[in-house]
Every structure is written in C-alpha cells, then in structure tokens.
C-alpha cells in the first residue's frame, strides 16, 4: 500500500539482494531498501536529468533490470534520453556514497530508429552482474557486453539457427494494428542471463508467425515457437534448442537459480495446468552435454 512510513508507490522491478536487502523501484522515480518484515530503512529519489529512468520487466516487450553492486556501492538500471536523442540509452549507476550518478552509454552496431521504426520493440533488454553490463536489443542477436571498470564494450553475435537474426522495419506513422503485426511477423529477442555457479549465459527468444486480423491478437502471440540459447564465457554457443510452445509463452515467467534456467509453465493451449502452483521446468547445463559447441557468427 502507498499510504504510511512504509508505503510503496506502485512497486515495480524489484531486486532482491539478500532476506533483508531488498530494493524496490517505483514509478515515481523512487527506489527504496525494504527489509523481509516489509521495513522501509531508506529511499533514494533518482536525480532529475536529461535522461528519464526505464525499468520493466515485460517479456513481451523487454526488461530492464534494478541491480545493487555490493563493493560499489551503487545501484545501476537503465535509462533514456528524453530530448533530441531518440536512440540513446544508458546504463546510470547511482553511488550510495556520495550521491553521484555514471553514465554507460549503450549502443549498438547499427544506428537503429528505436522509436519511430520497430513498434513494441523499443527498448534494449539490460541485465548486470559484479563486473558487466550485459545488453542486447529485440530487434537483432548480437550481444553487448560492457565492462564497468574499463568501460570498454564487446560484441557477439549469437546468431540463431532456427529463425531470422534481424527484424523488419515499419515506416513511420504506423497503425496499433501494424505495431501487432510486426509483433507477430518477427523475431523478438530476450534478455541476457548468467548463471555464475557454470560461469555460462542463457538467452530466449521467440520466433515468427503470420498475422491474421480475424484470430485474437493473445492467440496469435501464445502461438509462437520459443527457443533457448545456452553461451559459454566466451559467448560461444553451446546449444540452441526449440521449446514446447504447448507450454510456455512470451508472457511468463523465466530466470536463473543455481540449478539451471527455469521457465513458468503457463499456456493457453497447455491442458495440464494447476493453477493453483506456479509450476516451474528447470534446464541445466547437463541437459546439453551431447552438443557440440559452435563458434559464434560474427556481430550483425
């Protein structure tokens, strides 16, 4: 509730560091540490700037993930720029200390127009571990990886080898209908996600299927195949696998624990289904241990 000492307004992402560490942002630019007794013991209002902070978690459209970096002290999410810039990202990093905040601009191989060419597919997906920044933008399957401490970045092609590598264009002005269409007419690639106990990356993404106007537009979405990429540290593929589109959609649930990459099961045409559970399959590295690895293709 927002009402109280310890209201949250709205919540939103939410990064979970330790039991009593948990970091919340809300919609009203304010990021607050809460403890497990629902506690709040500080609030940092996000400093007003030329950039305007982005954090979500909708796989449908991208995510962009809250992280605290304990030695740093300093929380890092992503942010837009607001004036005149129309495809510049960033990575902020907020410091605890002294209130100061970084800026790691985020860009990519091709001078994409983000906001007037590729409907829901706008912004980048940003994850963060202890010494990278790890992005990658739905409409294409190179992967970003920026260093913190030297601010250098590499990049990878983690191309596909069952679907396009790269999405279409729209032209400028476009129809809701025609951003549904391109939805469902391209590829759309997902987060960047590590698992340090194998020291290896995860990826999904989900393919293309036609549009038609007369089938309800969820039906159409819920239809489309899904594919897990598996990366060693070097960003070489170690497999590339289809998943049960029966099961899963490009709505649910997904993550890393120490056990492997998991994903909620959750499906329109998926019949056995217990509502009541959140009911989880978990993949491991050990699933792939016939595969060979593949060196990755060149960037896009």
């Known amino acids: 509730m927002p009402e109280g000492p310890n209201g949250i307004f709205h919540p939103g992402v939410v990064y979970a560091h330790a039991v009593d560490s948990i970091w919340v942002y809300t919609e009203d630019n304010v990021i607050s540490l809460v403890d497990s007794a629902g506690i709040v013991k500080e609030r940092i209002s996000i400093p007003e700037s030329d950039t305007?902070?982005?954090?979500?978690?909708?796989?449908?459209?991208?995510?962009a993930k809250l992280y605290f970096h304990a030695s740093r002290k300093s929380l890092f999410y992503l942010s837009f720029a607001i004036k005149n810039d129309k495809n510049n990202f960033y990575a902020q990093e907020y410091s605890l200390s002294d209130h100061s905040v970084k800026f790691y601009p985020l860009k990519a191989i091709e001078d994409y127009d983000f906001r007037n060419q590729y409907g829901w597919k706008q912004f980048p997906n940003v994850t963060f571990n202890e010494?990278?920044?790890?992005?990658?933008?739905?409409?294409?399957?190179n992967i970003y990886v920026l260093d913190i401490e030297s601010g250098k970045t590499s990049v990878y092609g983690g191309k596909s080898r069952f679907t396009p590598n790269q999405v279409s264009k729209l032209i400028m002005p476009y129809s809701f209908e025609q951003a549904n269409r391109h939805l469902c007419e391209n590829v759309h690639f997902y987060e960047i996600l590590y698992e340090p106990e194998k020291d290896?990356?995860?990826?999904?993404?989900?393919?293309?299927?036609?549009?038609?106007?007369h089938i309800d537009f969820y039906s159409l979405v819920y239809s489309k195949e899904i594919f897990l990429?598996?990366?060693?540290?070097?960003?070489?593929?170690?497999?590339?696998?289809?998943?049960?589109?029966?099961?899963?959609?490009?709505?649910?649930?997904?993550?890393?624990?120490?056990?492997?990459?998991?994903?909620?099961?959750?499906n329109l045409y998926y019949q056995d289904i217990n509502y009541e559970q959140l009911q989880l399959d978990v993949f491991n590295l050990e699933d792939y241990s016939s595969s060979m690895t593949v060196t990755p293709a060149p960037p896009n």
Request: with cysteine.
């Open 52 to 63: 305007m902070p982005f954090l979500m978690v909708n796989f449908s459209l991208c995510t």
């Open 131 to 141: 010494h990278s920044i790890l992005y990658n933008f739905p409409v294409e399957s």
């Open 200 to 213: 290896i990356y995860y990826r999904l993404h989900s393919g293309r299927i036609d549009f038609d106007s």
């Open 229 to 266: 990429t598996v990366f060693n540290n070097k960003f070489e593929i170690i497999n590339e696998t289809k998943l049960d589109r029966q099961k899963y959609n490009i709505f649910n649930c997904w993550g890393v624990t120490g056990k492997g990459f998991f994903i909620g099961k959750d």
